[in-house]
């Protein structure tokens, strides 16, 4: 099972994906990105959600050192658990209004699920909620979440439309 990023628009909301998450043995973090929040607040997110150390420095370098580490104080059962579910929630103001960071985080993302796919860490980022259109593969229903199959190739995908 290969590591993704995927957008599921029409998720119920966070807190039931992680639930989902949790019945089927995956843990998860929520990057809850609070409306209007930009760069600055995806940092605060994420390092309330992943349990960053105090020293995090709030900068690209600084997020991937924290991810590549895999010591996330917040992250409850992350050695016992399948696979590890971050749901990015609020994404789509910082994808509109500051689409050079987004990017960049996309990037930083897709470059530590490398990582951590080398090192036997089954992990998803899925983009949940509204946002502008965005060239990822659509989720297409709640019991294939954590399905391989489920994910296309971004690569692959030019418009992300929804699935029946």
């Known amino acids: 099972m290969s590591n993704r990023i995927a957008l599921w628009r029409d ?3 966070a807190d039931a994906a ?4 949790s019945l ?3 843990a998860s973090v929520l990057i809850d990105v609070p409306d209007g929040g930009g760069r600055t607040a995806f940092f605060d997110a994420c390092a ?5 150390p105090d020293y995090f420095g709030h900068n690209w370098d600084a997020f991937e050192e924290c991810l590549e580490s895999q010591e996330f104080d917040e992250v409850e059962d992350l050695d ?3 696979g590890l579910l971050i749901l990015w929630s609020g994404w789509g103001d910082m994808a509109e209004n500051e689409p050079e960071q987004f990017a960049i985080a996309i990037d930083v993302f897709r470059d530590i699920l490398a990582v951590w796919e080398v090192a036997d860490l089954v992990a998803r980022v899925v983009l949940v909620g509204d946002g502008p ?3 990822l593969g659509q989720h297409r229903d709640t019991r294939t979440v954590f399905v391989d199959d489920d994910y296309e190739d971004v690569a692959e995908v030019e418009e992300a439309e929804p699935v029946g």
Do not use: H, I
């Open 11 to 13: 998720a119920p909301d």
């Open 80 to 82: 016992d658990a399948d």
């Open 48 to 52: 309330g959600g992943f349990g960053f």
């Open 133 to 135: 259109q965005l060239s």
């Open 24 to 26: 089927l043995d995956w």
């Open 18 to 21: 992680a639930e989902l998450a």
